[in-house]
């Protein structure tokens, strides 16, 4: 399974940006699937999940409100629609395929993992 995040950009803030997820080699429709972020110095952090059923899990205070996790079962597609962008929010984007029908918080309940896409909030 290949998993592709896409979307990213540079942007300015106060804008939004909606990022892509897609699979090649076999389609996660009954998997949850969730969004994690890294900047440059720091921990990979959580930004939303959603189960397989299309249940967005809770989201983390630092996004919750302005990111929402969704999903197109036939277009084999999860998005991260993200407003209100900060220059905060500034990082590499992945996307992840769990091991379960849900979403989760946990890195380690994600089998498949994207390559990220970028992106960067200008003050």
């Known amino acids: 399974v290949q998993l592709q995040a896409s979307g990213g950009g540079l942007v300015q803030a106060g804008a939004s940006l909606r990022l892509s997820c897609t699979a090649s080699?076999?389609?996660?429709?009954?998997?949850?699937v969730g969004w994690f972020r890294q900047a440059p110095g720091k921990e990979r952090e959580f930004v939303g999940a959603?189960?397989?059923?299309?249940?967005?899990?809770n989201y983390p205070d630092s996004v919750k409100g302005r990111f929402t996790v969704t999903r197109d079962v036939a277009k084999n597609t999860v998005y991260l629609q993200m407003n209100s962008l900060k220059p905060e929010n500034t990082a590499l984007y992945y996307c992840?395929?769990?091991?379960?029908?849900?979403?989760?918080?946990?890195?380690?309940?994600?089998?498949?993992w994207g390559q990220g896409t970028l992106v960067t909030v200008s003050s």
């Open positions: 992840a395929v769990a091991r379960s029908a849900y979403g989760s918080s946990s890195p380690q309940s994600y089998r498949y």
């Open positions: 080699g076999r389609t996660f429709s009954n998997n949850g």
């Open positions: 959603i189960s397989w059923r299309g249940e967005p899990t």
